[in-house]
């Protein structure tokens, strides 16, 4: 597959590097790109969503099937293990969203005005995305 094909069906989509890209992830209700895609040299389509959805669900909320991340094997091809598929700069690209809202709630409790339940949770969420982040960046 191109990975034309799975960008075509995605929304916000913004270039960040050479074959990577950053994206709201179709399979939950995401504002800001959650999603980072990166295409190894070999054509082979690497997806992480940092709110946690599995790739499955990314490619069934646009219509594909996760043989769509892998290109089209000749006979004698070998596929090599990518150690580290996101660097760190991608992780923060992806990850820019949770910070601005990070920030805004930061400066709302500190000056003293009291978070919703609801905004709370936002803030947990952000706050978990961020781990995982870590995680992925191997850090």
């Not at 034309?4 to 069906?9: A, E, F, H, V, W």
């Not at 994206?23 to 040299?41: F, I, K, T």
């Not at 923060?92 to 905004?119: D, H, M, T």
């Not at 995982?132 to 850090?139: D, F, H, Q, S």
Request: charged share 25%; net charge positive; hydrophobic share 40%.
């Amino acid at each position: 597959m191109s990975v034309d094909i799975l960008l075509s069906n995605l929304n916000k989509v913004r270039k960040t590097g050479p074959n990577k890209w950053a994206a709201c992830c179709p399979a939950h209700d995401d504002r800001g790109p959650s999603l980072a895609v990166r295409e190894l040299d070999d054509g082979r389509v690497l997806l992480h969503c940092f709110a946690g959805c599995e790739p499955e669900q990314i490619l069934a909320a646009v219509g594909l099937t996760f043989d769509a991340l892998f290109p089209e094997r000749l006979a004698g091809d070998s596929l090599k293990r990518e150690r580290r598929p996101f660097n760190a700069a991608d992780v923060l690209r992806c990850l820019s969203f949770e910070a601005v809202l990070i920030i805004q709630y930061a400066n709302e409790i500190a000056r003293g005005e009291p978070l919703s339940e609801k905004r709370k949770q936002r803030l947990l969420t952000a706050a978990s995305r961020f781990q995982r982040g870590l995680e992925v960046a191997n850090a």
